[in-house]
């Protein structure tokens, strides 16, 4: 018999179930902001909390919660952390193959304006590492590069951590967004309008950022003197990224919006320039721009790698190439867990009114189908079996009347039948819907007059959805390993020919391979456990809970679901753990309020985007990469403002699609 999932498992209250619900969140909260304890350490802790919990006070089988976690850490291993490993390997590639040095100074060549440099290395590269490696190296690279130019330590590092928001989104090649629509339970389909979503929100602030990265830097004044060259960046990359992430998917807007806007902005310093070159107050006046000794065929070839990224992976998203690489998956079923967990449960007494509701349906479209034709005679005698499981259903659930939401083996079972009756039903209803489509597509006549009998496309919708509304849901329970066409193995075969073209050799390579699993041993830890972490609290229904707690906000969710992804990427340090971490709960408020999850669990991500600043990990790398170290107080109060303000014009964005602009919803 499957274990049901309940909401409120003390004494029937929704605010201590949802308290208790929140501890795992809390352990995570404690041991990175309060106790500063390392990521795994504290992800580790957060699984084993959820479990005591799950366990102990949901009432959920031990057996049912490891099973539920470890699908969780294996789906964070693949195909999430696949995507980081691969990524990170191509960098350290071009790294130790002397490409990127020559990418930086190529940049750091272009111009001796301060503000132009900033535009230049910390908006538009720094979106393109983050695109193509993320997980802090941009802010890293980016603000190491500024202070080499003539930076102050605290404008680099500042500048470079508000830049970065732009494109943390869909750093890493997408991984974000990928670890959103797992934690949501979509597939390819949900993915792609998550990305979409997250790309009509996202462009709003990225055509922004460059002026107020500017403003915060030097003031109004001088940010008035290079509005051409910020109006370029702004609305290039804007552009781009939204295009990117709705025709393409998730896995290239970073690249694709970085360098059309740092190509543009080249592009144009070449027939104009400000009348002055902008630089800080302790520097001569001649001081910025680099010189370096590069040809353009060594830059065209220190770019090449990152070029392969791009095509490999158009290649794997285009949907012929995709699809023949699908056939080589496997659909792994976690014995024990799938279908074992039950939600939605009706009360038997309520089950009687719902079959009822079925019956009278049934009742409802049974005359408006001809006998005459055997296809519609064939669904009508679907029709009228389902009548009769039915009716063999109501004596059973009069019998359990009064026991509470309980799902013995005869009532499983007649619920099961249904289940199995309503797809062949539905089945049949597609065949017979789908001639409407031929008859509109320029068919013969004579083949149209020959054809079967059409019903309505949405005739059986009000008997579907009550059917729907009678029937438990199952939680299935399958790992898709898709080896050959996920995104992972593009970025992987990229990296290999990157090793080519930078000169590597074989023993390199692997050498290169081999330290790049050893440095990410421990960040594969942390995210094979935050997704256990999430996986755990949605099978036993604690997710759910902190949902229905956050229904409370009613009308305001839109506004607050940014907030809550801003404050997962502040514990954590990453927007992929903040997706994680509260995707499930998204999902679950939104369904709960009636609002498209698509939107919320793309509000979580575009909101999610703004704690990257302000986040302890973030603050902690910019500081080493600029000279500051223990100034990380110094940089968080520079930060938090321009952090809350971004954050609240994402939520206002979010609100506004939730009840205006509603049409931008996918």
Same mark, same amino acid.
């Given at each position: 018999?499957?274990?049901?999932?309940?909401?409120?498992?003390?004494?029937?209250?929704?605010?201590?179930?949802?308290?208790?619900?929140?501890?795992?969140?809390?352990?995570?909260?404690?041991?990175?902001?309060?106790?500063?304890?390392?990521?795994?350490?504290?992800?580790?802790?957060?699984?084993?909390?959820?479990?005591?919990?799950?366990?102990?006070?949901?009432?959920?089988?031990?057996?049912?919660?490891?099973?539920?976690?470890?699908?969780?850490?294996?789906?964070?291993?693949?195909?999430?952390?696949?995507?980081?490993?691969?990524?990170?390997?191509?960098?350290?590639?071009?790294?130790?193959?002397?490409?990127?040095?020559?990418?930086?100074?190529?940049?750091?060549?272009?111009?001796?304006?301060?503000?132009?440099?900033?535009?230049?290395?910390?908006?538009?590269?720094?979106?393109?590492?983050?695109?193509?490696?993320?997980?802090?190296?941009?802010?890293?690279? &980016?603000? @190491? =590069?500024?202070? /080499?130019?003539?930076?102050?330590?605290?404008? $680099?590092?500042? %500048?470079?951590? !508000? +830049?970065?928001?732009?494109?943390?989104?869909?750093?890493?090649?997408?991984?974000?967004?990928?670890?959103?629509?797992?934690?949501?339970?979509?597939?390819?389909?949900?993915?792609?309008?998550?990305?979409?979503?997250?790309?009509?929100?996202?462009?709003?602030?990225?055509?922004?950022?460059?002026?107020?990265?500017?403003?915060?830097?030097?003031?109004?004044?001088?940010?008035?003197?290079?509005?051409?060259?910020?109006?370029?960046?702004?609305?290039?990359?804007?552009?781009?990224?939204? &295009?990117? @992430? =709705?025709?393409? /998917?998730?896995?290239?807007?970073?690249?694709? $919006?970085?360098? %059309?806007?740092? !190509? +543009?902005?080249?592009?144009?310093?070449?027939?104009?320039?400000?009348?002055?070159?902008?630089?800080?107050?302790?520097?001569?006046?001649?001081?910025?721009?680099?010189?370096?000794?590069?040809?353009?065929?060594?830059?065209?070839?220190?770019?090449?790698?990152?070029?392969?990224?791009?095509?490999?992976?158009?290649?794997?998203?285009?949907?012929?190439?995709?699809?023949?690489?699908?056939?080589?998956?496997?659909?792994?079923?976690?014995?024990?867990?799938?279908?074992?967990?039950?939600?939605?449960?009706?009360?038997?007494?309520?089950?009687?009114?719902?079959?009822?509701?079925?019956?009278?349906?049934?009742?409802?479209?049974?005359?408006?189908?001809?006998?005459?034709?055997?296809?519609?005679?064939?669904?009508?005698?679907?029709?009228?079996?389902?009548?009769?499981?039915?009716?063999?259903?109501?004596?059973?659930?009069?019998?359990?009347?009064?026991?509470?939401?309980?799902?013995?083996?005869?009532?499983?079972?007649?619920?099961?039948?249904?289940?199995?009756?309503?797809?062949?039903?539905?089945?049949?209803?597609?065949?017979?819907?789908?001639?409407?489509?031929?008859?509109?597509?320029?068919?013969?006549?004579?083949?149209?007059?020959?054809?079967?009998?059409?019903?309505?496309?949405?005739?059986?919708?009000?008997?579907?959805?009550?059917?729907?509304?009678?029937?438990?849901?199952?939680?299935?329970?399958?790992?898709?390993?898709?080896?050959?066409?996920?995104?992972?193995?593009?970025?992987?075969?990229?990296?290999?020919?990157?090793?080519?073209?930078?000169?590597?050799?074989?023993?390199?390579?692997?050498?290169?391979?081999?330290?790049?699993?050893?440095?990410?041993?421990?960040?594969?830890?942390?995210?094979?456990?935050?997704?256990?972490?999430?996986?755990?609290?949605?099978?036993?229904?604690?997710?759910?809970?902190?949902?229905?707690?956050?229904?409370?906000?009613?009308?305001?969710?839109?506004?607050?679901?940014?907030?809550?992804?801003?404050?997962?990427?502040?514990?954590?340090?990453?927007?992929?753990?903040?997706?994680?971490?509260?995707?499930?709960?998204?999902?679950?408020?939104?369904?709960?309020?009636?609002?498209?999850?698509?939107?919320?669990?793309?509000?979580?991500?575009?909101?999610?985007?703004?704690?990257?600043?302000?986040?302890?990990?973030?603050?902690?790398?910019?500081?080493?990469?600029?000279?500051?170290?223990?100034?990380?107080?110094?940089?968080?109060?520079?930060?938090?403002?321009?952090?809350?303000?971004?954050?609240?014009?994402?939520?206002?964005?979010?609100?506004?699609?939730?009840?205006?602009?509603?049409?931008?919803?996918?």
């Amino acid at each position: 018999m499957p274990w049901i999932q309940t909401y409120t498992p003390l004494a029937g209250s929704l605010g201590l179930s949802a308290l208790v619900a929140a501890i795992p969140l809390v352990v995570i909260f404690v041991c990175l902001a309060l106790l500063k304890m390392k990521a795994h350490r504290a992800a580790l802790l957060a699984v084993g909390s959820a479990l005591v919990i799950a366990v102990g006070v949901w009432g959920m089988p031990a057996k049912l919660a490891a099973l539920a976690t470890l699908q969780g850490g294996a789906f964070g291993l693949f195909p999430v952390f696949y995507i980081v490993i691969t990524t990170l390997f191509l960098y350290n590639i071009t790294v130790k193959g002397g490409q990127f040095e020559i990418i930086r100074a190529s940049l750091a060549g272009v111009t001796g304006d301060r503000r132009l440099q900033a535009l230049l290395i910390a908006f538009c590269f720094g979106a393109f590492i983050e695109g193509a490696a993320g997980f802090g190296t941009p802010v890293a690279i &980016a603000g @190491a =590069t500024l202070v /080499g130019l003539g930076f102050r330590p605290l404008y $680099a590092a500042g %500048v470079c951590l !508000v +830049a970065n928001t732009a494109p943390v989104a869909f750093g890493a090649i997408g991984i974000p967004v990928v670890a959103l629509a797992g934690v949501m339970g979509y597939g390819d389909d949900g993915m792609m309008k998550l990305s979409t979503m997250v790309g009509r929100q996202l462009p709003f602030i990225s055509a922004m950022i460059p002026f107020y990265v500017i403003l915060i830097m030097v003031g109004w004044k001088k940010t008035i003197e290079v509005m051409p060259a910020i109006i370029t960046c702004g609305a290039t990359f804007a552009f781009t990224q939204w &295009a990117t @992430a =709705t025709y393409l /998917g998730p896995y290239l807007p970073d690249i694709t $919006a970085s360098l %059309v806007s740092m !190509v +543009a902005l080249v592009l144009l310093l070449r027939v104009w320039h400000p009348k002055e070159n902008w630089t800080f107050d302790h520097e001569p006046e001649c001081a910025g721009k680099e010189q370096h000794h590069y040809t353009t065929a060594e830059v065209f070839r220190a770019w090449t790698p990152y070029l392969a990224l791009t095509v490999m992976v158009l290649l794997w998203g285009i949907p012929s190439i995709k699809t023949a690489l699908d056939k080589s998956k496997v659909m792994i079923t976690v014995e024990g867990l799938h279908n074992s967990i039950v939600k939605k449960v009706s009360k038997p007494e309520d089950g009687l009114k719902k079959a009822e509701a079925v019956r009278g349906e049934i009742d409802r479209q049974l005359p408006l189908l001809s006998s005459a034709d055997p296809k519609q005679a064939a669904l009508a005698t679907k029709l009228g079996e389902l009548k009769s499981l039915e009716e063999q259903l109501i004596p059973v659930e009069k019998r359990l009347s009064g026991q509470g939401a309980v799902l013995p083996d005869e009532r499983l079972k007649g619920f099961d039948a249904l289940a199995k009756k309503k797809d062949e039903i539905q089945k049949l209803a597609k065949e017979l819907t789908a001639v409407g489509v031929a008859a509109g597509s320029g068919m013969p006549k004579s083949a149209i007059a020959a054809s079967t009998p059409v019903i309505a496309k949405d005739q059986l919708k009000p008997l579907n959805k009550a059917l729907a509304d009678q029937l438990p849901i199952r939680i299935a329970a399958q790992y898709n390993f898709n080896f050959m066409s996920a995104a992972g193995t593009a970025i992987l075969i990229a990296a290999l020919l990157s090793a080519l073209l930078c000169g590597l050799g074989v023993g390199d390579t692997v050498k290169i391979a081999g330290k790049t699993l050893v440095d990410m041993r421990l960040p594969a830890l942390t995210v094979a456990s935050v997704l256990g972490l999430a996986y755990i609290m949605n099978a036993a229904g604690m997710t759910n809970c902190l949902g229905l707690m956050f229904t409370k906000t009613g009308h305001l969710f839109p506004f607050i679901a940014p907030f809550l992804g801003w404050l997962g990427v502040f514990l954590t340090g990453s927007d992929t753990s903040s997706n994680v971490l509260f995707g499930g709960l998204q999902k679950a408020t939104a369904e709960q309020l009636g609002i498209n999850p698509i939107l919320t669990g793309a509000a979580n991500t575009s909101g999610g985007v703004m704690g990257k600043m302000i986040s302890p990990q973030s603050l902690a790398v910019a500081c080493a990469a600029t000279g500051m170290v223990g100034e990380e107080g110094t940089l968080f109060r520079f930060t938090l403002k321009h952090s809350i303000f971004l954050t609240v014009l994402v939520g206002i964005i979010v609100y506004l699609q939730a009840y205006v602009f509603q049409w931008m919803i996918p």
